[in-house]
């Protein structure tokens, strides 16, 4: 499968504990970007790479969330002291090239946070 | 939402009709995308329209694009079942983020 993978698929933490998700891209995509959906709403923009360069980063990723892209290639998604409003999906993007492309997403990782 | 709305939240029609949604911003654009959610699967991209376009068509999508009222709208003909789904509006500021719209929850009943 060359499509964006992302896991866990789902994970389930008790408030408290440290998670950390990953998402590999697709190859020589070189724009990573980290999402969270909860129900019934759109996804959130978290950050983005381009490469290995966190370009930006949403003011809803608080000091307790962290991301590295290590390479350019895959990334890590880190949640730190996780609290029962972090529970959600996670989604991760993928795109190559300029403005006018497509981002791939893949599954997601669903948290529940406990 | 963090940068558009959709209207309307949810839709319901029957096998064969028309489906339109529409999707609202605040600020200006590269270019506005729309993408496709199943319940609890990650979103499939459906179709690009850039900021210089008025009116684009992939097989039974149309999408236009209206730059001076901010909006765009998604007309899925002849809808089938298979079609229901969340679909999302996607703003791409700059050459950097793309920002999701809040989404319609379409229901295509056979």
């Known amino acids: 499968d060359t499509g964006v993978s992302q896991n866990p698929r789902h994970k389930i933490t008790k408030r408290g504990q440290n998670v950390t998700f990953r998402c590999d891209p697709i190859s020589e995509h070189n724009r990573l970007y980290w999402y969270r959906q909860t129900l019934g709403q759109g996804p959130e923009f978290l950050t983005y790479f381009q490469n290995e360069a966190q370009l930006e980063k949403s003011r809803l990723l608080s000091d307790r969330f962290s991301a590295e892209r290590p390479k350019g290639s895959f990334s890590t998604l880190e949640i730190q002291r996780t609290e029962q409003g972090d529970s959600a999906m996670y989604l991760c993007?993928?795109?190559?090239?300029?403005?006018?492309?497509?981002?791939?997403f893949g599954q997601g990782t669903r948290l529940t946070v406990v | 939402s963090q940068q558009g709305e959709e209207d309307p939240q949810a839709l319901s029609i029957q096998e064969g009709e028309n489906a339109t949604m529409n999707c609202s911003y605040k600020?200006?654009?590269?270019?506005l995308q729309w993408y496709r959610q199943n319940s609890g699967r990650g979103l499939v991209h459906l179709i690009l329209?850039?900021?210089?376009?008025r009116e684009k068509h992939s097989g039974r999508l149309r999408v236009t694009l209206d730059t001076s009222k901010k909006s765009s709208s998604l007309l899925i003909t002849a809808s089938r079942a298979a079609d229901t789904a969340s679909y999302f509006c996607a703003r791409r500021t700059g050459a950097n983020n793309l920002f999701f719209g809040t989404g319609t929850r379409l229901t295509v009943i056979p």
């Open positions: 993007a993928s795109s190559f090239g300029g403005a006018d492309t497509e981002a791939f």
């Open positions: 329209i850039r900021s210089n376009e």
């Open positions: 600020t200006s654009i590269n270019n």
